[in-house]
Every structure is written in C-alpha cells, then in structure tokens.
C-alpha cells in the first residue's frame, strides 16, 4: 500500500493550496478516504474525510466552508482543495485509508501546509 501527498507549501493568509494523494495497493474505490493533520505540538485531527462513492463528506467545523475534498477513482487519488487559508490551518497534512469512528488502516507520509505572511 502507498498514500504519496503533494501539494503542501508555503501560502500567505487567504490563500490556496491543493494537495493530492495518490493511492496503489489496494482497491481504492471501496476506501473512504480522510485527510488528518497535526499541528506542532498538538494531536491528529481528521479534517476531512469521503465515503469510496463519494456521495458523502465529512468536514470538521474549523474547514467548513473553505476546504473540499475530491476524489477520482479512476486516478485511485483524493485531493483537498484549501481555500482562504488561515494561520491556525498551518499543520502536516496526511491522507489515510478509514475513518476516524471506523479507525485508519494506511497512511501516507504527509504534506506540510504553512500559512505564513
């Protein structure tokens, strides 16, 4: 199994970033996938998360409203579009296989999102 995000880097309060995972190993289409991040200092927190069909998502309040999570089964990759970012969002960003109630069976290596003026 292998999660490769991208797309982390440095953006100035307001900005976007779009980070990707891309996914082999496993089948991809029958996983919900979640991004979680982790702030220095602080514990995981699921952000974001979609069922394998994507007919339903998961937000957690502190992104609603300015991040999206996407998927392309055929490109086996889930993305999240991060929108009017703000310094509280600086964090390592992860995608993994799971929910935070069902648990998360894979992880990939993370990305790191700095917000920074």
């Known amino acids: 199994v292998q999660l490769v995000e991208a797309g982390g880097g440095l953006v100035q309060p307001g900005g976007s970033l779009r980070l990707s995972c891309a996914a082999s190993?496993?089948?991809?289409?029958?996983?919900?996938m979640t991004w979680v991040r982790q702030a220095a200092g602080k514990g995981l927190e699921g952000v974001s998360s979609?069922?394998?069909?994507?007919?339903?998502?998961f937000y957690t309040d502190s992104v609603k409203g300015r991040f999206t999570i996407s998927r392309d089964n055929a490109k086996t990759t889930v993305y999240l579009q991060m929108n009017s970012l703000k310094s509280e969002d600086k964090a390592l960003y992860y995608c993994?296989?799971?929910?935070?109630?069902?648990?998360?069976?894979?992880w990939g290596q993370g990305t790191q999102v700095t917000v920074s003026s």
């Open positions: 993994a296989t799971g929910s935070g109630s069902a648990g998360y069976n894979y």
């Open positions: 979609m069922t394998s069909s994507g007919s339903s998502t």
């Open positions: 190993g496993f089948t991809f289409s029958s996983s919900q």
